[in-house]
């Protein structure tokens, strides 16, 4: 690269690197600026499904895949996982909401439920349980098979139980979220090829900075009409943020009672995981042509998924004390 040119990019490239240095700070700030500046969603939200798609390329370029194959060794435990959050997690949520009769009384809500259940967990969930200090690899194994099975497995769910609610077919629903994770999935691997690992490594901090630039648009366009919807109902809204906490939460602890046998360090990450849905690729598959309230609930998730793992980083790292403990203790008594 001529000096030059390497002396113009210099000054930007240290910003992105500091913005990428901010971290869970800089995703806050995202939301802040979602909620205090409506236009800036109203702007920025016809450029959701190109902003998922390129968050969707960082993180495949970024995925280790020496850690990739190493989990994929034991099979039992990743095809488990994948099960059930592609296929026990969404049909619960239809289930009950059928049987209930919540999706008849509240179609715009029930939309936005099920919409989050057949969802592929967060691409985000590995940094976020690294941050925890929480066993990432796991979790990205397990985000990788479930994504591949997405496309398949929520055109199923969509025709049973979202039939005649979404404004495209379940097999348009599939083939898109399969255009845009395989298309995704080629771009990364072409830059990982020209560029290399190792150079994505190196430049680790301004390509957070970048991913941070790129996830504005989508905070911003889904986050952009929360003080006006809030203004126009404050009861609703804030029932709906109850229930987007209470669902979080509820995945969560679910999740790590059932996996609890692995150890619930690691079942812990796994319920973090299958807690954060990504609604994005969801939002991105459906051209955002959804009604309002499943809008207002996608926007308010955000809290839940950007607050709790600060909420639940204490517990994790008592959990990870006594893991280590009961270790030593164990390699001590066998000596």
Do not use: C
Request: charged fraction near 10%; proline fraction near 5%; avoid cysteine.
């Amino acid at each position: 690269m001529p000096l030059s040119l390497q002396r113009t990019l210099a000054a930007p490239v240290r910003w992105l690197a500091w913005l990428g240095d901010q971290g869970t700070r800089a995703v806050a700030a995202l939301v802040l600026f979602g909620i205090a500046i409506p236009p800036l969603g109203a702007v920025l939200r016809p450029f959701v499904t190109e902003a998922i798609f390129l968050l969707l390329v960082i993180s495949f370029m970024r995925v280790d895949l020496a850690a990739l194959r190493a989990h994929l060794r034991r099979p039992g435990l990743i095809l488990a996982a994948t099960a059930w959050t592609t296929i026990g997690v969404p049909l619960i949520f239809g289930l009950a909401a059928h049987l209930s009769g919540f999706d008849a009384r509240s179609p715009g809500l029930f939309l936005a439920l099920m919409l989050q259940a057949i969802a592929s967990p967060m691409m985000a969930s590995p940094a976020i349980a690294a941050l925890m200090g929480l066993d990432a690899t796991l979790v990205l194994v397990t985000l990788v098979t479930s994504t591949a099975l997405v496309p398949f497995t929520a055109s199923l769910f969509a025709a049973l139980f979202l039939a005649g609610t979404l404004s495209i077919s379940p097999l348009a629903l599939g083939a898109k979220l399969l255009a845009i994770l395989a298309g995704s999935l080629m771009v990364a691997t072409l830059i990982r090829w020209l560029v290399g690992a190792d150079a994505i490594q190196r430049h680790r901090r301004p390509i957070d900075g970048i991913n941070i630039i790129i996830l504005l648009v989508f905070v911003a366009a889904v986050m952009g009409n929360v003080i006006a919807d809030f203004l126009a109902d404050p009861l609703l809204s804030i029932a709906i943020a109850l229930l987007a906490f209470a669902i979080f939460f509820a995945l969560l602890v679910v999740t790590t009672l059932l996996f609890r046998r692995i150890g619930y360090e690691q079942a812990l990450a796994l319920g973090l995981m299958v807690s954060q849905r990504n609604i994005g690729l969801m939002l991105a598959a459906t051209a955002g042509t959804l009604p309002g309230m499943t809008w207002l609930y996608f926007a308010l998730t955000q809290f839940p998924y950007y607050v709790a793992p600060q909420m639940l980083t204490p517990i994790a790292r008592r959990l990870m004390t006594h893991s280590r403990a009961s270790a030593a203790a164990s390699a001590g008594g066998t000596r």
